[in-house]
């Protein structure tokens, strides 16, 4: 069974719910339009659901609720420590300082670092999409994934998001992580009992899983093989590295209240297509989409766009379950 809240309801709640556990009413509200909208997308995992998670870890101090993000750095290359606080205010103002940079100088980029986790990494990108730009953004997460040939858990899933302006249309956004599944769809085939394919994870000595049990105790496995993981690799650097972070290794989990504060990192990279193609990209971009059309496929990211519609009609649908955890950490039994 379930509830239908209206946007504004989710977002009144969920923000109550944080600011009741040692959270800033600035960054309780900007977490909650993030997991919002996150829930509207239908991105669940980075939605609701993380609102009695991060309720806890603010609680007890994992999660600084009040902390205030800083800007150092100078020219296009600029650094924001989110000081053990929530992702999304240090975010939010590294967007802020991306747009204005970016279209001065046709390129500017930012190191997020001492933040937990972005959730879904493809809306921010979009943001500054919606502003003109091109935009990249690069995330490290708890250890999930091993090495090339490895077995221990060591690199995060490591997100990457992208998105681009398209004329008279949503930008288009890519948003992935990089392991074939997440950990989640191994603990739902546990609780039904089912076994799991070969690709999804290795065990504790680096051997093909097909029992969850097993999997969970091993490493997820990366898409496309030694790729994904070179993939991820480069989040690892450009996150841990070269934003000065912890590496996923080094950080606690963000889904329970053990541990010191994860402290992972987040790089954004904006680009004004100005800058290197005058008034040709938009043009090239219309023909791009038109390309896809003509083929009868969709542009990724493209499912987001009826679910908000649909959202915004009839509200979304929270079980009942989750909807009493969060009334209750609202203090609205």
Partial sequence: ?????SLSEAERLAARALMLNRTSETNARLTAQALVAAEVDGQSGHGLTRVPSYSEQARVGKVDGFAIPMLSGKG????????????????????????????????????IFASHHCGQAGRH????????LIAFLFANTPSAMAFHGGARPRMGTNPLAFAAPIPDRAPLVIDMALSVVARGKILSAKARGESIPTDWAVDAEGKPATEPDKALAGALLPIGGAKGSALALIVEILCGALAGSNFGWEASAF????????????????LDPSHFSGDSFAPRMAALAAAVADDGARLPGDRRLALREQAARSGIAVTDDLYAQIKNLAGEH
Avoid: C, H
């Fill in 1 to 5: 069974m379930s509830v239908t809240l």
């Fill in 76 to 111: 296009a290359s600029l650094r924001v420590d989110a000081r053990a606080g929530f992702a999304y205010p240090a975010i939010e103002m590294a967007l802020e300082t991306l747009t204005p940079l970016a279209r001065e100088m046709g390129t500017a980029s930012v190191g």
């Fill in 125 to 132: 990108v979009e943001r500054l999409a919606e502003a003109g």
């Fill in 255 to 270: 889904l329970d209240a053990k541990g010191g504060p994860p402290e992972l990192g987040q790089f954004l990279v904006a």
